[in-house]
């Protein structure tokens, strides 16, 4: 009997490891054509979460500046690159907005400005993004659920025979 319940604890604990696995943070990498929109207007607002990392392209002569005031203002503009391929990985530091811009003539100002709302990271899984983790409980008092997956239906394919002639056998 104490070994029965020894193999069911383990199970229970490996179900549990499982589903903590399954939950895992997938940081993405932003693609951003860059280039002065013709519309003058700038870029809609993007949004993103820490670990994210925006990566700048464009053929043209540009560069990419964090722009703290959020606006075409460079008091305080950070450099982040003068070639294509520049790149910035959003931090803790970034939970707000960070907003880019060109600083290159007038470019801003025609538009080549993006604001990204930064936050925190939310796991991926089966659940809803919405969904809070639960908390996490002692092995001792975890009250496990157990999924029991039905086998994947059989398809069974039709097999048709064409008739065939039958013909007298010869006896001789």
């Known amino acids: ?8 604890m383990k199970f229970i604990l490996s179900l549990i490891s499982i589903s903590l696995l399954a939950k895992t943070i997938v940081a993405e990498v932003i693609s951003v054509e860059w280039f ?3 519309s003058g207007k700038p870029y809609p607002n993007g949004a993103a979460q820490v ?19 959020g606006d075409c203002s ?21 939970i707000g907005t960070v907003t880019f811009a060109c ?10 400005i993006i604001t990204y709302d930064v936050a925190l990271p939310t796991s991926t899984s089966t659940e809803s993004p919405s969904q809070s983790p639960p908390a996490p409980e002692s092995p ?3 009250s496990p659920t157990i999924a029991i997956v039905p086998p994947a239906p059989t398809i069974s394919t039709p097999v048709s025979v064409a008739p065939t002639e039958e013909k007298p056998l010869d006896s001789g």
């Open 1 to 8: 009997m104490l070994e029965h319940n020894n193999i069911a």
């Open 51 to 69: 670990n994210d990392t925006v990566k700048f392209r464009w053929e043209a002569f540009h560069n990419v500046y964090i722009h703290p005031t």
């Open 140 to 142: 001792a008092t975890a």
């Open 103 to 112: 600083d290159v003539g007038q470019h801003c100002k025609y538009g080549q």
């Open 36 to 38: 002065v929109p013709e």
């Open 74 to 94: 460079k008091d305080g503009a950070i450099l982040v690159g003068d070639q294509s391929g520049a790149e910035y990985t959003f931090t803790a530091d970034d």
